[in-house]
């Protein structure tokens, strides 16, 4: 591309997931880490790029994207030999844009209540509720990628690595400390330890 990119990322969120397909795009970009515990993420420098104050954020040539799922098809259509979608087939498009809306609207948030619990109550008493839930809905979430999205397949959608297979890799990566044994997904856990192995994610050090 013309003007390198630039990430904005943090350790352990689900930016992890952009920064896997720009590895596998073999793209040109700069990494910014930001460090959540100092509340980089709310420092006017970093809101006037992402008002949002979440990761992750990509500055292009044309402009700043947010949120996942658009970030990976960027990716994706940007670096087409790559590929990390198959974007000359609608209806798998649209299955891999299925996948990753699953994980973005519904899996990220039954595992957000467990760190992010006050986005949703004050009271102390209903946070805790909250939390003590989180293991269950994750529970039920990976239940479903396990047999209705993952199966018998090597990859997300096939036979062919996506950027569905680093997204799934990341939030895969939150169970163990949302209280689940990623062993009682094996489908689940074999996909895990492959993308482990990519150099891609071998990468991130």
């Not at 198959?86 to 957000?112: G, K, M, R, S």
Request: proline share 5%; with cysteine.
């Amino acid at each position: 591309m013309a003007t390198p990119l630039t990430l904005y990322y943090a350790a352990g969120t689900c930016a992890q997931a952009v920064l896997i397909a720009l590895h596998e795009a073999g793209a040109q970009f700069t990494l910014k880490t930001l460090n959540f515990a100092d509340s980089e993420q709310r420092n006017p420098e970093y809101l006037a790029i992402n008002p949002k104050a979440r990761v992750p954020a990509l500055v292009t040539e044309r402009g700043v994207l947010t949120e996942v799922p658009a970030l990976l098809l960027y990716v994706a259509q940007s670096y087409p030999q790559a590929n990390l979608a198959p974007l000359d087939d609608p209806f798998a498009l649209a299955q891999l844009q299925e996948f990753n809306a699953y994980l973005a609207a519904t899996v990220h948030i039954a595992h957000a209540h467990r760190p992010r619990a006050s986005r949703w109550a004050d009271d102390e008493a209903a946070q805790a509720a909250m939390r003590a839930k989180v293991p269950q809905n994750m529970r039920d979430c990976f239940a479903v990628i396990e047999q209705h999205y993952l199966g018998d397949k090597t990859w997300v959608m096939g036979e062919q690595f996506t950027v569905a297979d680093g997204y799934l890799y990341t939030v895969a990566g939150w169970l163990k400390g949302d209280g689940v044994d990623i062993t009682e997904f094996p489908r689940v856990a074999a996909h895990f330890e492959r993308v482990k192995a990519r150099a891609s994610v071998q990468r991130l050090g």
